[in-house]
């Protein structure tokens, strides 16, 4: 699931915010409870890593799911998991809490050396442009205050389906997979008045 909402497109005091909600799509959501979705995906087979990660870029947020294709159970669920991260992520406060201990922590453990130079560098190189401020870890200013409410803010602005994108690869029925797709991403509503990333 590619959403074209990254960093570059957080306003003054968000920096950050598209990652903290990439990982709290992990943390519970509509038709599955914290750990749920990761446990239910590894006994299938699946490991949190290799078949079933995110990442947030400047421009992007995309979520990794892979799943064994020969079982239609298997493939509903995963279109489940895909409705749930694209308008179901339920941002439970203590949720909330828990995850920016973690989005800090790993703030923290890029600071090195090639940290500080990009700090000097991406003001130069990319000068006059939104990508030089908004590295996609975010600001610590913004990771130690965010509440709950200024992550829904985003999500609701951001995850809409006109910003997003499905990729299916793999030994299916396209028709059956674009079926799925229909059913499922097809329930999530259209914006009233769509968000447009900054040029």
Do not use: C
Not at 102 to 127: C, F, H, T
Request: charged share 25%; no cysteine; net charge negative.
């Amino acid at each position: 699931l590619v959403v074209k909402a990254g960093s570059v497109v957080e306003e003054e005091g968000q920096q950050g915010l598209a990652h903290v909600i990439e990982h709290m799509a992990f943390n519970g959501t509509a038709h599955f409870a914290k750990q749920e979705l990761v446990d239910y995906l590894e006994s299938i087979g699946m490991r949190f890593g290799p078949d079933l990660n995110a990442y947030t870029g400047f421009d992007e947020t995309v979520y990794l799911l892979q799943v064994p294709t020969d079982s239609a159970g298997v493939m509903e669920q995963a279109f489940q998991i895909l409705q749930d991260w694209a308008g179901g992520v339920s941002f439970a406060p203590e949720e909330v809490d828990l995850e920016r201990g973690v989005v800090i922590e790993e703030w923290r453990g890029n600071r090195g050396a090639e940290a500080r130079l990009l700090d000097r560098q991406l003001p130069v190189i990319l000068k006059d442009s939104r990508y030089a401020s908004r590295l996609p870890i975010g600001e610590k200013a913004v990771l130690d205050t965010f509440g709950r409410e200024g992550l829904l803010r985003f999500y609701q602005r951001w995850y809409r389906p006109e910003l997003m994108a499905l990729v299916a690869v793999g030994d299916f029925d396209p028709l059956q997979v674009e079926e799925l797709i229909r059913t499922y991403l097809g329930q999530l509503p259209a914006s009233a008045t769509p968000a447009s990333p900054p040029s």
